[in-house]
């Protein structure tokens, strides 16, 4: 009689356990689970375990799941673009099809010590034109964080966004200064969301 394979839950706690132990050899076999949750805490366990490469991060990039590419751009996050994320482009999950896929790669395009090429530009089109608030949010907040004069325009185009977005975009132009964002900030003073209004009034002192 075959044995039942194992299942799927325990093949992921394994997995969180080989991070926790530092079972690297434990955590590369689990990289190629045919379950994306597995693979996902697979390479997480690796970051844990302070073996995780470039060539990790690049094949998860492409990996044929959302949950597992949304991994990847959240560390690449956490390492801010440093050690073997340093190489690793992000930019294309920028056009990912998931929307949960593209805010988390704003986010962390956000948070790389230097921008990827063609990141701003791409973060751009997105507060702008992004059908996802989550998504349109994410990206001016990264734009706000690289403070690139190049993304200055959408942030003061996402201040007449929701005020979700309208928070973040105020928030976002902190890095910045001239006459358009004193009026931007000016007329945040007044917004009907409060924490719109609250945001500005810290920004200008």
């Known amino acids: ?48 375990s302070g073996a995780l490469t470039a060539g990790h991060l690049v094949g998860a990039v492409a990996d044929p ?16 673009g440093e050690g073997p994320a340093a190489e690793v482009a992000i930019v294309g999950l920028l056009h990912d099809p998931d929307p949960t896929v593209v805010e988390t790669a704003a986010w962390a395009s956000g ?13 751009a089109e997105l507060a702008g034109g992004a059908d996802d608030a989550l998504v349109r949010e994410a ?15 959408a942030i003061l185009a996402a201040t007449r966004d929701k ?5 973040r975009a105020v928030l976002a132009l902190a890095p910045f200064d001239g006459p358009e964002v004193d009026d931007a ?10 924490q719109v209004r609250q945001a500005a009034e810290d920004l200008l002192g």
């Not at 005020?163 to 928070?167: D, E, F, H, I, L």
């Open 65 to 80: 799941d959302p949950a597992v590419r949304r991994r990847a751009a959240e560390l690449v996050a956490q390492l801010q």
């Open 111 to 123: 948070e790389r010590t230097r921008p990827e090429a063609g990141a701003v530009a791409r973060l």
């Open 185 to 194: 900030l000016e007329q945040a003073r007044s917004d009907r969301d409060w």
């Open 139 to 153: 990206a001016v907040a990264a734009l706000g964080s690289i403070g690139d004069p190049a993304g200055l325009a």
């Open 1 to 48: 009689m075959v044995a039942d394979p194992e299942p799927v839950a325990a093949r992921r706690r394994r997995a969180a356990v080989a991070g926790h132990r530092g079972d690297v050899d434990a955590a590369r076999l689990l990289l190629a689970d045919p379950d994306a949750g597995v693979r996902a805490t697979a390479l997480g366990a690796l970051a844990r």
């Open 163 to 167: 005020a979700t977005v309208r928070r």
